[in-house]
């Protein structure tokens, strides 16, 4: 089972094992308080893209598909696929900080893997 977080929601047994999808540690969060099992630093959009969205709704559609084109890297195909494995044994929720539970990297993700 897959499921997305955000990282303000207060860590649950039932997440299984949480990873960090975003490239900055998410704001005001203890690492204690946050209960992440990895960051995966490397399989967030990368800074220009994400500066560049900067989670306006109206660069939604431009954003998935260049955030999909950065996943086709063979390096990011691979954590992809390592997630997908997970999930398909236990439960793996991808902890995101944006506020914008629409817009957002998780999402992207989150179907990208689910299509494994």
Not at 19 to 42: E, F, N, T, V, Y
Not at 72 to 96: F, G
Request: overall charge positive; cysteine-free.
């Amino acid at each position: 089972m897959l499921k997305i977080k955000r990282a303000y929601e207060p860590a649950e047994t039932a997440d299984g094992r949480r990873i960090l999808i975003d490239r900055l540690w998410p704001r005001g969060i203890s690492k204690s308080k946050a209960r992440i099992d990895l960051w995966l630093k490397d399989i967030a959009p990368s800074t220009e893209l994400r500066q560049w969205f900067a989670h306006d709704p109206q660069k939604w559609e431009v954003f998935k598909k260049k955030y999909r084109e950065e996943l086709s890297d063979p390096e990011k195909s691979r954590m992809i696929e390592d997630i997908a494995r997970q999930a398909r044994h236990n439960t793996v929720t991808l902890i995101y900080g944006a506020r914008d539970t629409e817009h957002n990297d998780a999402k992207v993700l989150q179907a990208m893997i689910e299509k494994r």
